[in-house]
């Protein structure tokens, strides 16, 4: 139990003390046992200071030691970071379907939404940008706090987050301790880096470096940086070329140790090296966490880099997918690309299982179950949608969040699913 738990739950069992009603009778009682209550009075009292000197080390050194740690010029750092086993949740259905963007914690199955972001526009240094402001899962209250982070990606388990400083690209890579509530490390990189994403165990990072903000608007973006087409367009897909007329400011990658708090070597890529033509390219792992990870949309399917920056075939068993939900936890069921309706297919057979009345398939809650991105009535507007677990055969969706209005419009909310 964390210091943090501990001292909620004696302030807990505080509240619960009762005091009897007849406990000034049983004071005035047998008067002749006086003394001798006195002396017990006194031994009880000496124990419960005991007890409390005991405890007071445990409680209140650790919640007032605000200061994160730093490897600079210190000994090193060691982040007690454990590699991430699922575990059944204590609570299955977790809802907030009262406030967009929710205030309480929102799960489903072995999933939470362990943070949100709302974004604006903004100018930086004559450009335009995407701001966002980000909003962190507190598992002790249930509750959703504002943070000041320029990113925020929560490790499987909701236990420890990697944030980034406001002004992206950034220096340094900050190891959050979501229970303390304070940063537990800085990770000091030469390459600034723009993205985080954790390994499938918790205990690696993935830092992508970008040397311009790796959000900038297309229409601010250099055009200097136009990579060639790989892909020339043809009568029954004329957008094939455009894949590749927006570059990135993408350099290369990291992977950060945790436990340690140290970023290896800097490995360049060539910005070019995918058909893609998303500004931000954030780089993630292979579900074995064996490799590298990248989307090319022009062929649906992941491109793979080992550690070192080499560009690898796919690991065994890699299924390729069109939505972010992929392959069941048993590896039986593949959930199938965004639009209305979804639907979900057989591996094995590749026979569709059942189709479901959502605009994306999100995250598998478990086995039989997904959350997905549903739109509010008869689906009028899709832009005006929320959050929902459905059952595979698409026969029942509950709603887990209240609809969102409009979420193309700026300071709309997008939320962040992680394993719990």
Known sequence: MTPRMLKQTLEEWSREVQVPADLADRALRRRSRLRLTRLAGAVACAAVVAAVALLVPLVAVPLLDKA??????????????????????AQDLLADTENSPPKTMIAAGRVAVSAYYTWRRRTVAGREAMDRTWYLLDQVTES???????????????????????DLPAGRIGIF??????VRAWVSVDHPVGGVSWSPDGTRLVATAYDDHPDL????????????????????????????????????FYVVDVATATAGDFHAVDPCWTDNSNVRRDFAWSGDGTLIRERSLSRWHDAFLDLEGRPRDAPDGYVPSESKAGVSPDGTLLAGRDGMPTKVTELSTGKIVGHQQVLQLLAWADDRRLVALGCAGRCGNEFNNGLVLVDVDGGNAVPLTANRKNSQQPGSWEPVLTLR
């Open 217 to 252: 608007d297309r229409d601010s973006i250099h055009y200097g940086r136009r990579c060639p087409a790989r892909v020339a367009a043809t009568p029954e897909d004329p957008r094939q070329s455009r894949f590749q007329t927006v570059s990135t400011s993408r350099t290369g």
């Open 68 to 89: 994160p740690v730093s490897q600079v010029g210190g000994p090193p750092v060691v982040v007690p970071v454990q590699p991430y086993r699922q575990t059944t949740p």
């Open 144 to 166: 959703y706090e504002k943070t000041e982070w320029g990113w925020v990606e929560v490790a499987p388990g909701l236990r420890w987050a990697a944030v980034l400083e406001k």
């Open 177 to 182: 301790d979501m229970e303390t509530r304070q």
